[in-house]
């Protein structure tokens, strides 16, 4: 027997619960929004309804209890978890696990899909480079705090609609920022030590992603560097610099789309082989090629470039 609601009842319950998701977006934080999409026959509630299952665990609306419910949870944790979508289906007339007297048979399928917060990206510097990076980013999707030592360049007349603009001393800025899991960093400073002091803070961060603009030459004095500080070493292999992927890219503008492009990248989580242009990234498929060889093993193929 289908379930009734009273349908101004469920549209407030709907409202609820989108109004909830944007409130974890903000927050920074992850869930999944699980959705009859199809049903036949007697199903334990109505079709379009939602449950929201949030990155603790908790969940706020029902797609009608019991062993389906009870699945579709574990499903929503590992599409948190995986952040891609996925499709269940469930025939309640056929096995009898979901005969606990609250259907009457029936199938429905459910369409699970990830919650995932609004990308933040952080920009360190605000002059040419950092300026196209902010302009694309945004159009691929990124809020941005754009973050610089000179009120002549970090300024809302430069970065319009930026979530926020910081033009104060670098260590000031990043005492009162906290990025996230969810967060991405791009340090473009115009100095070498400017680029040492925030990467310093940011690898000790949760940062998703940490990029830094130079030279591989640059990368790595400033790694020893910072190593020499006291700095675990281990923490640069997360860093991604020369940063963007290797297309070439000379000017500002196209220096940017690289940049944006590794973004996307690791935001969708690619799987296939990117020209990266990070010394980490290639100093592993070199320690990998060596590995290969002591083992007489094939040779792992090489990033395009």
């Keep these: 027997m289908r379930l009734t609601s009273n349908p101004i009842n469920l549209i ?51 797609i009608g209890g019991g062993c389906v419910e009870a699945e579709v949870w574990q499903a929503a944790r590992e599409v948190i978890s995986q952040e891609k979508p996925r499709t269940l289906t469930f025939d309640l007339n056929q096995d009898p696990k979901y005969d606990t007297g609250l259907v009457c048979g029936g199938t429905l399928e459910i369409f699970i899909e990830p919650v995932l917060p609004f990308p933040l990206l952080y920009i360190f510097g605000a002059g040419h480079v950092a300026l ?14 754009v973050t ?14 930026a979530l926020k603009i910081i033009a104060r001393d670098f260590n000031e800025a990043i005492a009162e920022l906290t990025p996230s899991e969810s967060s991405y960093v791009v340090i473009a400073t115009r100095g070498h030590r400017d680029d040492m002091r925030v990467l310093r803070w940011a690898v000790q961060t949760p940062a998703r992603y940490i990029g830094m603009v130079g030279s591989k030459r640059k990368a790595i004095t400033v790694f020893r560097e910072l190593a020499r500080e ?41 799987e296939r082989a990117l020209p990266h ?21 094939p040779l792992p193929a090489p990033a395009q470039k």
Aim: negative net charge; contains cysteine; proline residues 4%.
């Design 12 to 62: 407030i319950k709907m409202m609820n619960l989108y109004e909830e998701i944007v409130k974890l977006q903000r927050e920074g934080r992850r869930a999944a929004v699980a959705t009859i999409v199809n049903s036949r026959g007697s199903i334990p509630s109505f079709q379009s309804a939602k449950m929201l299952v949030r990155d603790d665990g908790s969940i706020a609306g029902t």
């Design 132 to 145: 196209e990076l902010f302009k694309a980013a945004r159009n691929a999707g990124f809020e941005c705090i």
């Design 148 to 161: 610089d030592d000179r009120d002549a360049y970090a300024n809302v007349e430069r970065f319009p609609n």
């Design 230 to 270: 006291g700095i675990d070493p281990a923490l640069f292999e997360r860093v991604h610099s020369p940063v963007g992927l290797d297309i070439g890219a000379v000017t500002p503008e196209e220096i940017a789309v690289s940049i944006v492009a590794e973004l996307i990248a690791v935001r969708r989580h690619s």
């Design 277 to 297: 242009m990070s010394w980490f990234q290639d100093r592993k498929h070199l320690a990998a090629a060596d590995a290969a060889n002591e083992q007489n093993a």
